[in-house]
């Protein structure tokens, strides 16, 4: 039994990603915050993390990719969640007793069409969608509900009165399973890295030409800011390719040449067909 | 006397880029939301709305750039503000008082360095951090403090319990001036388009080649989800240039004809030096 970690409370989707992934029996341990989870692998308190890093709906989770970039831990494995919202009411109360909802400020935004029926009910942001789900269980008053998943329901004793209430039927969370070290497998097909460049005209197209002219899949790119220089960037890309494949490895040594900041963040099979 | 539109509460960062953005005399009107500020625009209840588009220290305001593109408004113009947050608590009220502290999640993140230092403090996340000030100023309660700006101090007839405590003292905010139509003058220099690409290897590549070839500065990329098609994305670009110029032209006819998605987002003069 290995000891893997999760950021939240027992019931939220990040857990649920962990029990999805490790198809081996897991000891689950709930960390406070995205860093902890970090810092709970850095430490060897637990073999593996898992993070979500990108929904579908509302983008990329900036925080776990600042952390990425952060600390010298890597993405070994990757597990896409769907987002099943429903509306949680402690017992005997039914949807005409709420007055007051608490949940993930993500959690209104992707229930926005069912919320917008009831426009007399005061929407709480709240840490997240367990943690408001464990709240309002707390709580005890019939007109107050929370916005969270079936697991949160069971786990908390909750009603639920009202299923699947996200607007957006495929919304999806991709979650990133880390460790401390670089994993290699031959079934692997994908590759996280940031880079930063030169600021002048021309230096991001320069990089990503490695990758068209040797015909890499680039499968992603997402800009976070370089925090203590205003207006430039570090690039998050994911793309298609084998770290033991001469290209892809001809590639990243022209990268690591070419850019002010060059770091692989990881190598893993991706979940999803390519 | 125009007209111009801001999300927030009066002695917001967004009413203050606005005071500085329009050198003439303007009445300012307060909105509830982003999308508020825009729905006002193209009503013509506002000639113009200012919007909070990223953070120098915590990057993209992913909903604002989401409204540009669904919205038919123009950026017109930018505005960049410097964020200074303060401790703020109400009369008579000291540092040694605290327990609770309210805000916008982002307040306490960009001051998270001062705040270690309180670790019994509570974070309490809010709307904003005007609307913090103005709440505890309401809750009148010695132990309750918000984060948030000078101005919200005066209005809010609060104590400066501690000035300037965000870790970042570069940390500013950009801001984007909307109207209902595309402007144009000689002195304009930038330009904002959002795109969307085949979902193919070298697509993005190929979009970014115009702008290389053509010596065009690519001053920015930020990279959206597409709500309803999982894992395909909007990329935001920022570039150097005026509309009149030929390669410009050129450009831009390209690339309505190799996206799958082309909106000129606007035209307006860079504040910063390019």
Redo the contacts between chains.
Sequence with gaps: MIKVGFQGVSGSFSEEALFNYFANDIETIAFHTFEDVFIGVEKGDILYGILPI???????I?DVYDLLNQYNLYIVGEKYIKVRHNLLGVKNSQLSDIKEVYSHPQAFEQSKDYLNQFTNWKLI??YNTAKSAEYISQLNNKEIAAIGSRKASELYHLNLLAENINS?K?N?TRFVVVGSSLEINQDFNKISMVISTHH???A???V??N??EN???????????I??T??E?YFYIDF?GHLEDPIVKDAIAHLEKDCTHFKLLGHYKGE?QL
């Design positions: 990108e929904n579908s709906s509302t983008g990329a900036s942001p709240y957006n495929k999806t002048k005209a021309g991001l197209f320069h990503l030409k990758f068209a015909k890499l899949n680039l499968l992603k790119i997402e800009s976070r800011p925090k203590h205003p207006w960037y298609e999803l």
